[in-house]
């Protein structure tokens, strides 16, 4: 439990070399990630401008991590919550784990986000904490307008699977309407991504500002 804030009381440590500080946050993102590791990470070089070259801003890292930890404080207070519940409810007798599942308990390959975890830059453009936030309060029952995941209300994008038709948030690649045979197919990304560009920022320029000579992202 003490992981992630070991880890980012690391990142925040200016005698540290900023491989290791980045390194650290690294660790954080595998012990939280809202939008999965790969979408999360790539979410916070943008919300953070997390430079390429990393001595031009080493602030960014202590943004990322900060806008991380922010998210998880909101996370952990509805998990603990949900966890109380449940042995009050396995107390009273009823084991079986109520529909829906907490958003944080679903698996990514039966989950409407699956396109975040094979393409990581669809994932929602909201900050962290807000993303939890709204899944929090869809939780407790509230009817939030838009795409459930990012509130973006145009149109959706179909995207066939051959056989059938999935209907996609246009902002998040969520899946608003499943394929009618009632599989959960893989997400195809538009281009192909390159997980190690993305790890070092080939997206975002030494001043933090999103690459124009990328077109990736
Ligand atoms: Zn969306
Ligand atoms: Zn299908």
Known sequence: MTSFLTHRA???DARLPLRRRHSALRTCITLFAPYGFRA???HLTLSAAIPRRLEADPDALVRAVEELYEARVLWLARAEEYAAQRRAEK????RAVVNPRPWWLRSWWEGPNRAWYEDPFRHPSLRLSEYVRRQNAILDGADLPGC????DERPLESSSTGHGWVELCRGCAWVLAPCPCGQRHRFVPETPFNWKGIWQRAHIS???MPNPH???G
């Not at 107390?91 to 009823?94: Q, V, Y």
């Not at 459930?148 to 509130?151: L, T």
Request: aromatic content about 4%; charged content about 25%; overall charge positive.
């Open 10 to 12: 690391r990142v925040h």
């Open 40 to 42: 999360t990470y790539h």
């Open 91 to 94: 107390r009273a007798g009823r």
């Open 148 to 151: 459930p995941a990012c509130g």
């Open 206 to 208: 030494d001043d933090g």
């Open 214 to 216: 990328c077109s990736a």
